[in-house]
């Protein structure tokens, strides 16, 4: 018998340029790469249709999100008030298959009365109060960091929406054991990614390789740590990748002697610097959700560095370099660019990373349920 499933995406999901929608995008595909027809609703801001949606699923329906300062002002969180549309409810409520929230961003209609009776599935992709939180805290004052703040405040609130969803399926081991204690009903499904299995290069790479979102607060503070504490105190070359980075960005990287910007690779460009570089250098300063740019390194690249944030919750800190400060971080890159990427390390990648974080795998706890 067939199987079907609606799936609220909070934005479109391709192309899979970024951490959420990596995540939606591939469990799309490997979602219906096992048979399952998929009714896909995505709330369009900032991103285009794309075709390669028809292709894996059976129906693609848009819906324009509401940007309207009114939604600021509402009681509710405004990732979520912006992405109520009457005419999604109305398609939701054609037939009677299961429903796959992504993210609390898309929970404005997980409680209507009319959905009582569905099976109805939240996929958390952050405990995302904390987040905002995180946010506010590393913004500076302004208006900005009060809507962080503020953001933070509402989604607390309506976090327990979620006792409404038959099901919720954490992103890490640290967000599982948050919502089960607070939910219950809830159990791990690893971020979905672009890597079908592991492809690293052994032996020795020439730099040394940053890539994020850049136009991402988080990410750019990252990037910047690197120009400014790092780079100027180790003797090797740095490559700094990713979208759409800041203007203050690209004058510390201008100033820098050692330090190459590359602005907005496509995939296939991003997965070569990813290949090639000696190590991949993720200094993340917040532990929330799941660092889907960890997984592609570790799939793909040789040695992986980064502070202990990178890795909270998601039992891979034995693959990764954990550094504590600057300091401890230029000693510890020293020291791996002098040592080569053994055979032995590329088996012990593909014996964990093929099988735990198989996408296949993260996707048959949902097809169980459905």
Do not use: W
């Amino acid at each position: 018998m067939e199987k079907h499933l609606h799936v609220i995406a909070f934005n479109v999901p391709y192309p899979a340029d970024y951490g959420g929608v990596i995540d939606v995008f591939y469990r799309l595909k490997a979602l219906s790469n096992e048979g399952v027809k998929i009714h896909l609703h995505c709330f369009e801001y900032g991103r285009e249709g794309a075709k390669v949606l028809t292709d894996i699923c059976a129906e693609v329906v848009y819906y324009k999100r509401s940007m309207s300062f009114v939604n600021q002002v509402s009681r509710l969180p405004y990732i979520v008030k912006s992405r109520s549309n009457p005419d999604l409810l109305n398609n939701l409520l054609k037939d009677n298959y299961p429903i796959l929230f992504e993210g609390l961003h898309s929970c404005f209609y997980l409680n209507h009365p009319k959905l009582e009776k569905r099976s109805k599935i939240v996929r958390c992709h952050n405990v995302e109060h904390d987040y905002y939180n995180s946010l506010a805290k590393n913004t500076p004052l302004g208006f900005l960091r009060l809507y962080f703040h503020i953001e933070a405040q509402k989604l607390k609130r309506f976090e327990k929406i979620l006792n409404y969803a038959n099901h919720i399926t954490a992103i890490s081991e640290s967000d599982e054991a948050y919502f089960q204690r607070h939910y219950g009903k809830t159990f791990i499904t690893p971020p979905c990614h672009q890597s079908e299995e592991v492809n690293i290069a052994e032996g020795e790479g020439k730099y040394i390789l940053y890539h994020g979102n850049l136009s991402v607060q988080e990410n750019d503070e990252a990037a910047r740590y690197i120009v400014e504490k790092i780079a100027p105190n180790v003797g090797f070359h740095f490559l700094i990748a990713g979208k759409n980075p800041m203007p203050t960005l690209q004058k510390e990287v201008y100033k820098a002697d050692n330090v190459q910007l590359v602005s907005n690779p496509d995939e296939e460009q991003l997965q070569q610097l990813i290949y090639g570089a000696h190590i991949n250098l993720l200094p993340t300063f917040q532990a929330t959700g799941f660092k889907l740019k960890l997984l592609n390194a570790l799939f793909n690249g040789r040695f992986c560095m980064g502070t202990p944030h990178l890795v909270v919750g998601t039992g891979l800190q034995d693959f990764c370099i954990l550094v504590e400060d600057d300091q401890q971080m230029i000693v510890e890159i020293g020291e791996y660019m002098q040592k080569e990427f053994t055979p032995e390390m590329v088996q012990l990648r593909k014996d964990v990373l093929n099988s735990r974080f198989s996408n296949k795998a993260s996707v048959q706890k949902i097809i169980a349920l459905i």
